[in-house]
């Protein structure tokens, strides 16, 4: 809104000019997201504890150390989007449509994540809505913006793969396409959701991938760095960086409550929520693989419940103690803070492999 309203008058008053800038815009909307987080964190958790008297259900064959956690509320996520939604509004470009696709995505994942909580809530269960239900709601969101944000992209490359490593190599999928970016942004959602355990353990990868992408988004959306890097050029994917900018500041602002011993939990409504607008932004910067490596920790949390889950139907016998796998490392002994502290650990090496498939071309 800032850069719609003040920048048409940047050549009569200089100072304006500074909104022309997007690392000017990315910053403040880092600053606000963070201040936002500040300020209406309290509220929501004193408003989210005055309806949620019992918290969060706790998985009766999770870890023994989770029962001392009854009473903490959900829906945390509440904060992040309303933090990220008002500092992008303020900060980015209202006419660049990758903007709004990203955030529609990132509200309607949020909504079928609160619908989740919802449910747990009310039925004092952690069984939330149907998958199926769940499933067939994400599959609506990703199809109508995907078919929105594909008449943006250059046709050369809209319905193409980029492949990391290989300078201008991509793969057209065609109408295959479609079904990849499902596989992409659902993909991405749920295994956000499946990491989201402990007490910071999603908040801080989810900071760190945002900030992997806040670059690319930028490096993509100008044509220098672009053509520099051998890097496919999206006009207009540089908007993109205030969005990850401002789920940054949002993400350090929900970490001061959800530091162990966590004030409030994310939920279903925060973790969908972050990793659909991560799926769908590594979509529009065609860096969907990429994505496979700085969310590499998301990507090893949704594998292990894969093979735990397929191996005890085929065999009967369980490859880990419990999946997730942050839940192994539990049963085995292991304190909470050194699970979240090493995965963190992990989060960070993955985004700098990820990010040195942009020069390693």
């Given amino acids: 809104m800032f850069y719609n309203l003040l920048v048409p008058f940047a050549e009569d008053i200089q100072i304006l000019n500074l909104f022309r ?11 606000t997201a963070l201040f936002l987080s500040f300020v209406i964190g309290p509220k929501i958790i004193a408003w989210l504890k005055s309806k949620q008297k019992e ?10 150390s989770h029962f001392k956690k009854a009473g903490t509320p959900t829906m945390g996520g509440l904060m992040i989007l309303i933090s990220v939604s008002l500092s992008t509004i ?11 696709y990203a955030l529609a995505v990132m ?9 989740d909580d919802y449910a747990k809530l009310t039925r004092r269960s952690t069984d939330g809505v149907s998958a199926k239900i769940r499933l067939i709601a994400q599959i609506i969101i990703v199809a109508v913006v995907t078919i929105g944000i594909n008449q943006e992209l250059p046709s050369d490359i809209n319905t193409h793969v980029a492949i990391p490593f290989f300078k201008d190599f ?24 499946l990491t989201d355990g402990l007490d910071g353990l999603a908040i801080v990868p989810i900071a760190i991938a945002c900030a992997c992408f806040g670059l690319i988004s930028y490096l993509v959306g100008n044509v220098v760095f672009s053509e520099y890097l051998k890097i496919p050029y999206v006009a207009g994917t540089g908007e993109l960086a205030i969005v990850c900018g401002a789920v940054v500041g949002a993400a350090m602002g929900f970490l001061w409550f959800n530091a162990p011993p966590a004030q409030v939990f994310m939920g279903d409504t925060g973790s969908l929520a972050m990793g659909g607008l991560l799926g769908i932004i590594a979509m529009i910067t065609k860096h969907e693989l990429v994505l496979a490596i700085i969310g590499g ?11 735990q889950v397929t191996s005890y139907k085929f065999t009967g016998k369980r490859v880990f ?27 960070m090496i993955l985004a700098l492999i990820g990010l040195a498939t942009l020069k390693l071309r």
């Fill in 21 to 31: 800038y997007l690392t000017f815009r990315t910053g403040g909307a880092i600053i």
């Fill in 55 to 64: 918290g969060q259900p706790i998985r009766q064959d999770g870890p023994e």
């Fill in 90 to 100: 303020l900060w980015a470009d209202l006419s660049n449509s990758f903007v709004w």
């Fill in 107 to 115: 509200i309607g994942f949020g909504l079928i994540g609160f619908a």
């Fill in 170 to 193: 991509f793969i057209n999928l065609g109408w295959f396409f479609g079904v990849w970016v499902l596989l992409v942004v659902i993909g991405s959602a749920n295994a956000v959701n």
């Fill in 297 to 307: 920790l998301f990507v090893l949390e949704a594998v292990s419940v894969i093979i």
């Fill in 321 to 347: 103690r419990m999946a997730p796998i942050h839940h192994h490392f539990e049963k085995k002994g292991w304190s909470e803070p050194t699970i979240v502290i090493r995965f963190w650990i992990i989060a």
